[in-house]
């Protein structure tokens, strides 16, 4: 067995001696090296959630049902899932400022395809590409920003990495309803393909690359195929577990799988000479605590985001560009905060701000949970307010916690698994708030239902009215006299609130766990080593 690099080898050896002196004139300059990668990051966080609000005239246009308008979402999720860590390994490879160059460019023309497409078929296959694009570029931003400033501006820079990416996440729904109101879905992303192209040449202009003296020479295919199995298996099982059931046979053998894939892929990393991710990484607990830490950020934070969606458009009535607008308190909190975390992580360490994030996630959860059917606007944008205040220290001090922490030369590898942590976290969240949300919904709906003094309805027909109430929405049918009709609203609205109430209370729990999970970390150990070799 040979042995691979510890951590402690890593921080001794000499760094990117490249970024030593100051930077001059525009290439390699962190700020415009920040700017850059901002617009490039913007495009892929956008598209995680501005297209949901396409799926309907998607669905519409093209003549697609409903398994195939998943595939739109799921193809892109899965792809850019399964690919991260692996991109990220090819930009401490090949470096940085190729992966993320090739990255924009091929995420820009996978985004004008699906533009010209005429089935729903190529826009799967198009969206697919547009997942395994978004990885290649995502890990290598983190990568140049970590190579590009010195350790006492890095977390403010990570600060606005991260408020881009949460602004860009929380802001989809508004810029995809205008766009799909006012102009066509094909706009939603046709607007990619200007943007990429700024992306493109600034980045061409700017970026420098970086790379450590000790980079890695090889790959690890076996390492490769089995975390890109595993993790495929695991977000596979995460998505399509409500429909399957989460007891069933399907759901329950790819989570089996998941876990001795990884098992093996743990074993495989032991043995080779250059491993995709040396689990000596994990020998830090800052680094492995941040990495949870961001599992679980994202589960509250996606899961939440998820129904808070229908919680305005189909109990509140509002339509995609209002529900948008309810948000601008969580997003516009985001952007104020992100900075301002940074700053403060760069003087106190993360350990303070992540607690303090993390309680301020809780108590936003917890009053998220208080929601009712009535609820305020007012009322709402405070809870709302609150959850971008929390999230915005957990977004920056995580990501510095974990590429911090890691060796110059894996850098890349660190940030594919801050932003694969990410999408696992969101994954799950979605999945386990949704299964609870549904058995709320499913042990709520009889009794209320009985209590309205409603028509009795069928094992068949009480599936049916379900399925449409957990996503808020009142199953009345045509014709139905108005008096019934209205408390079938009240016990629909009712219902689904009732569900997504206990959503948020377990949300609120596992932000608590975090904030926990958050006393273990510090700053990082290799920032002043790999990150501090240059000057602003």
């Known amino acids: 067995m040979t042995s691979q690099p510890t951590l402690e080898k890593a921080s001794r050896e000499p760094q990117d001696p490249a970024g030593s002196v100051p930077a001059k004139g525009l290439r390699g300059h962190p700020w415009l090296t920040l700017f850059s990668v901002a617009i490039g990051v913007m495009m892929v966080a956008l598209d995680g959630t501005i297209v949901a609000i396409a799926n309907p005239a998607i669905q519409q246009d093209l003549g697609a049902s409903l398994a195939d308008v998943q595939w739109i979402t799921n193809g892109y999720m899965l792809a850019l899932a399964v690919s991260l ?18 990255g924009i460019a091929g995420f820009a023309a996978a985004s004008a395809a699906i533009g010209f497409s005429s089935s729903v078929a190529l826009v799967i296959v198009f969206r697919v590409l547009q997942g395994l694009f978004g990885a290649l570029l995502m890990p290598a931003a983190l990568g140049l920003l970590r190579a590009t400033f010195p350790a006492e501006k890095l977390n403010m820079a990570i600060g606005i990495w991260g408020m881009v990416i949460g602004a860009s996440t929380a802001g989809g729904p508004i810029l995809g309803g205008v766009l799909v109101e006012h102009v066509s879905w094909q706009s939603v992303f046709f607007i990619n393909v200007p943007v990429g192209v700024i992306a493109l040449v600034m980045g061409v202009l700017i970026l420098k690359d970086h790379r450590a003296e000790n980079a890695p020479r090889s790959f690890d295919i076996a390492g490769i195929v089995l975390l890109s199995t595993a993790m495929f298996c695991l977000i596979w099982a995460l998505i399509k577990g409500a429909e399957w059931g989460w007891g069933d046979t399907k759901t329950v053998g790819f989570l089996v799988a998941a876990v001795a894939l990884f098992v093996g892929f743990a074993l495989v990393q032991q043995r080779v000479r250059e491993p995709l991710i040396p689990l000596a990484m994990f020998r830090s607990v800052p680094l492995s ?27 509140h009535g509002l339509s995609p560009v209002d529900s948008g607008l309810h948000l601008l308190p969580l997003t516009g909190m985001m952007i104020v905060a992100s900075p301002l975390a940074g700053a403060m992580i760069t003087k106190f360490g993360p350990r303070v701000p992540l607690v303090g994030g993390m309680v301020s996630t809780a108590v936003a959860m917890f009053g998220m949970s208080q929601l009712t059917v009535d609820t305020s606007t007012l009322t709402m944008s405070i809870w709302f ?41 969101g994954s799950l969240g979605t999945a386990v708030l949704g299964a609870i949300m549904a058995a709320g919904v499913d042990s709520k709906l009889p009794d209320n239902w009985k209590e309205a003094q409603l028509p009795p309805l069928s094992p068949e027909q009480l599936d049916q ?16 006299p108005p008096e019934v009709a209205g408390k079938i609203v009240n016990v629909a609205h009712d219902t689904f609130v009732s569900g997504m109430s206990t959503a948020f209370m377990v949300a609120g729990i596992v932000a608590v766990i975090a904030a926990l999970v958050a006393t273990l970390t510090k700053r990082g150990e290799n920032a002043e080593a790999g990150a501090g070799v240059g000057h602003i």
């Not at 860590?85 to 090739?102: C, E, N, P, S, W």
């Not at 990495?291 to 996606?302: D, I, K, N, Q, Y």
Request: proline share 4%.
């Open 385 to 425: 307010a609150l959850l971008g205040l929390g999230l915005a220290p957990v977004m920056v001090g995580a990501t510095e916690v974990i590429v911090g922490n890691a060796p110059m030369e894996l850098s890349g590898v660190a940030g594919g698994l801050q932003q694969a942590a990410m999408q696992v976290g």
């Open 85 to 102: 860590i692996t991109a990220g390994k090819l930009g401490d490879r090949f470096g940085h400022r190729q992966t993320f160059l090739i």
């Open 289 to 315: 605590a941040g990495t949870v830490l961001m599992v679980l950020m994202a589960f509250g934070f996606m899961g939440g985001l998820f129904f808070v969606t229908f919680y305005l458009q189909n109990v």
């Open 465 to 480: 009215a379900s399925s449409a109430i957990k996503v808020g929405m009142p199953p009345v049918a045509e014709g139905t």
